[in-house]
């Protein structure tokens, strides 16, 4: 039988670099892998038709009594670790004749960073720590801007994609993703009537993982 520790005592100049070498893989495996695998961020997702979900009437022209409406949805971390580098995007918007609009992309805007920054590719990504939550602004109603579903920009950026489309029935997609977890998509029916002074009449129907 080999006596190992012989074995070792006498080659030991050799075996500690071999040593240290599986020590510190094994470090960066379970700091790297495993214990973000095991304490990894988990994201809930809420809509209510009431405050703070929607936020409105506000009144932007008082001369004119002209209102706006406004809805956003909610996303909290429920899991145990940092949801890094979290953005929101619309990812479909497709109308009641199963038409398909182009709005593929088109990032929606954090309500905690409504004018944060120029560059929007730095604002529209955050980082949410477990038990935190944030809400993004979904879409919005301007009475002075026709029957019109608006979506909010970053600082007014043009993105080179439209901001706006004819009130109809739609299903409307949203993808939620980041550094460190699998895509989430949302699904919303936002509807071609209004609710009144409630403003939009918007349903989140789905919530599954990408």
Not at 3 to 24: D, F, Y
Not at 193 to 203: F, V
């Amino acid at each position: 039988m080999i006596n190992i520790s012989g074995w070792i005592s006498r080659n030991w100049v050799s075996t500690v670099p071999i040593v240290l070498s599986v020590v510190a893989i094994i470090f960066t495996a379970t700091k790297d892998f495993i214990i973000p695998l095991i304490l990894k961020p988990k994201l809930d997702f809420t809509y209510c038709p009431k405050e703070p979900y929607k936020r409105g009437p506000v009144i932007i022209n008082p001369g004119q009594h002209h209102l706006a409406f406004f809805d956003r949805f909610k996303i909290e971390n429920i899991g145990r670790n940092i949801a890094k580098n979290c953005r929101c995007q619309i990812f479909s918007v497709v109308n009641s004749k199963n038409k398909e609009f182009d709005f593929h992309g088109y990032p929606l805007r954090w309500a905690s960073r409504p004018e944060s920054a120029i560059d929007f590719t730095k604002a529209e990504r955050l980082n949410i720590a477990s038990g935190e939550s944030e809400f993004v602004d979904l879409a919005y109603f301007r009475s002075d801007a026709g029957n019109k579903l608006l979506f909010n920009k970053y600082h007014n950026v043009d993105i080179g994609m439209p901001d706006n489309l004819d009130l109809d029935d739609y299903i409307v997609q949203i993808i939620v993703s980041g550094d460190n977890f699998r895509p989430y998509l949302l699904t919303f029916r936002i509807s071609k009537k209004l609710l009144g002074l409630q403003g939009l009449d918007i349903k989140l129907l789905e919530v599954k993982r990408k």
